[in-house]
């Protein structure tokens, strides 16, 4: 049976002068306007077709992709906003409405939102609600640390961002741990940074565990540095890490651990006041 607000792979049962008919199972024939039926389209081809809603709530068959289906989180514009709620470009004919009971803040024109798609019970609208964290997966996960995994940036924290990952579970990515740009919605492949005892998720963008090319290449540089400056720099292992990314960018652990080798080469003192050329 054809699934409203997904992808589908269904049957031409029929071709008329203004679209082909799909078989829906007990959704019926479903119509694919002329517009998106193939020029070589004949009765029994089976064809890879989105099936939304109309404004009258009938389902159409469009060779169009949505930015999102249903179950999936996207970040999308807003295209207008009225007093039923905001309407969102996800590439249909019919933008997606976010109903004001499901806007997490006021929504505004133009300005993009990570939402969940989903389908109404009731009406069987497609909708979207930017209340993501309730459509967030409680069920158990069995991810280790270091495991490769899809990300989606969605949302900015006082000590980084909140990510979605595997379309599924709310993780932490820290602003430590940030070394390239990115913004809300983005899309990348990440890693596990660790699994707290509570089973929540800390992410990182790199692969966990310390290079040591990363950290002789670092080592160079602050010996360099400490010649320049006349064997001095105002940094240590107590530095704040904000600092510490801005100046090197590196997180404060690889800059930690770069410094500590330096030490133990006897190249470097680490004092209060930062670190001082042997």
């Not at 992709?65 to 249903?70: L, N």
């Not at 409680?138 to 006082?158: A, F, K, S, W």
Request: hydrophobic share 40%.
């Amino acid at each position: 049976m054809a699934k409203i607000g997904r992808v589908n792979h269904l049957k031409v049962v029929n071709i008329l002068d203004f679209g082909a008919f799909l078989d829906g199972g007990r959704l019926e024939d479903i119509l694919m306007p002329k517009r998106f039926v193939p020029e070589d389209c004949k009765v029994g081809d089976e064809l890879k077709v989105f099936v939304y809603l109309d404004s009258d709530d009938v389902p159409i068959a469009t060779t169009l992709r949505p930015k999102a289906q249903v179950g999936e989180f996207a970040c999308l514009k807003v295209m207008d906003t009225n007093r039923v709620g905001a309407f969102l470009d996800w590439n249909m004919p019919k933008e997606l409405l976010v109903p004001f009971s499901e806007q997490k803040e006021r929504m505004v024109k133009d300005q993009f939102y990570v939402v969940y798609v989903y389908q109404e019970q009731q009406s069987y609208r497609i909708v979207a609600s930017s209340k993501i964290s309730k459509f967030f997966s409680n069920e158990p996960h069995n991810y280790t640390n270091g495991q490769q995994v899809p990300l989606m940036i969605c949302d900015r924290t006082d000590i980084g961002h909140t990510v979605l990952v595997d379309n599924k579970y709310l993780a932490v990515l820290f602003d430590q741990d940030i070394d390239q740009p990115i913004r809300m919605g983005m899309k990348f492949d990440g890693y596990i940074k660790r699994v707290r005892p509570d089973q929540k998720l800390d992410v990182c963008l790199k692969k966990p565990g310390f290079d040591k090319q990363e950290m002789k290449g670092l080592g160079g540089e602050i010996m360099q540095r400490l010649k320049a400056e006349g064997g001095f720099l105002p940094f240590n292992d107590r530095s704040d890490p904000v600092t510490v990314k801005r100046e090197f960018s590196v997180s404060k652990r690889v800059f930690k651990m770069a410094i500590g080798g330096l030490y133990k080469e006897r190249l470097i003192r680490i004092e209060d006041d930062g670190i001082h050329l042997l």
